[in-house]
C-alpha cells in the first residue's frame, strides 16, 4: 500500500463515527449502523450497545463479524472512489471492572457524550472486537488486503 492509501486508511478510522456493523442471524447476513472507538493502533475496536438490539443478540451466538467504515458521500460524480474498508474479526462483551473498561468508557463518552447515561443501564454494554484482516478500497483501481498489522502500521500514519 502507498503511502498516500495509509494516509487515507488512517483519516477514516480515526475521523468517522460510525461503521456498518455485519453478524450472522439465522446463517444469514444482517447489517446495522452503529458507533465506534478504537485504540490509538488500531488493534482493537470497540462498540457500546443494548444487550436487546438483534445485532448484540447475533454476537451472542456467533462472534464473527465485520464493520464498513466509509468516508463520507460528498456527492461526488462517482461515488465508487469513496474510500471505505471492511474489517472482518470476532467481538466480545467486556465486563465493567476488567482491565482497560474505564478507559474505553471514557473514550466512548468523550466521542458521544450522550451515551453517558446508557452506561447506568444494564441492558447496555461495551464490546470488544478484535480485527483479523479485511480490505481497504482507497479509490478506483486501489484496492488492498489488509490485516493486523497492516491497521497498526498505518495508525502511525
Same mark, same amino acid.
Given at each position: 500500500?502507498?503511502?498516500?492509501?495509509?494516509?487515507?486508511?488512517?483519516?477514516?478510522?480515526?475521523?468517522?463515527?460510525?461503521?456498518a456493523?455485519?453478524?450472522?442471524?439465522?446463517?444469514?447476513?444482517?447489517?446495522?449502523?452503529?458507533?465506534?472507538?478504537?485504540?490509538?493502533?488500531?488493534?482493537?475496536?470497540? %462498540?457500546? +450497545?443494548?444487550?436487546?438490539?438483534?445485532?448484540?443478540?447475533?454476537l451472542?451466538?456467533?462472534? @464473527?463479524?465485520? @464493520? @464498513? %467504515?466509509?468516508?463520507?458521500?460528498?456527492?461526488?460524480?462517482?461515488?465508487?472512489?469513496? +474510500?471505505?474498508?471492511?474489517?472482518?474479526?470476532?467481538? #466480545?462483551?467486556?465486563?465493567?471492572? #476488567?482491565?482497560? !473498561?474505564?478507559?474505553?468508557?471514557?473514550?466512548?463518552?468523550?466521542? !458521544?457524550?450522550?451515551?453517558?447515561?446508557? !452506561?447506568?443501564?444494564?441492558?447496555?454494554?461495551?464490546?470488544? %472486537?478484535?480485527?483479523?484482516?479485511?480490505?481497504? %478500497?482507497?479509490?478506483?483501481?486501489?484496492?488492498?488486503?489488509?490485516?493486523?498489522?497492516?491497521?497498526?502500521?498505518?495508525s502511525?500514519?
Amino acid at each position: 500500500m502507498d503511502a498516500q492509501s495509509e494516509k487515507i486508511l488512517a483519516h477514516i478510522i480515526r475521523n468517522t463515527r460510525i461503521a456498518a456493523l455485519g453478524t450472522l442471524r439465522d446463517e444469514a447476513p444482517h447489517i446495522t449502523m452503529i458507533q465506534f472507538v478504537t485504540v490509538q493502533d488500531f488493534s482493537t475496536f470497540y %462498540i457500546f +450497545a443494548n444487550r436487546l438490539d438483534p445485532h448484540i443478540m447475533d454476537l451472542q451466538k456467533n462472534k @464473527l463479524m465485520s @464493520l @464498513l %467504515i466509509a468516508e463520507t458521500d460528498d456527492g461526488r460524480a462517482d461515488p465508487r472512489t469513496l +474510500a471505505r474498508v471492511s474489517i472482518r474479526g470476532s467481538a #466480545e462483551p467486556m465486563q465493567n471492572g #476488567e482491565p482497560g !473498561f474505564t478507559l474505553i468508557k471514557k473514550m466512548y463518552i468523550e466521542r !458521544f457524550p450522550a451515551s453517558e447515561a446508557l !452506561f447506568k443501564n444494564a441492558d447496555f454494554g461495551l464490546w470488544r %472486537i478484535n480485527p483479523k484482516g479485511g480490505r481497504f %478500497i482507497a479509490g478506483l483501481e486501489k484496492a488492498y488486503n489488509i490485516s493486523l498489522e497492516t491497521l497498526q502500521k498505518v495508525s502511525e500514519r
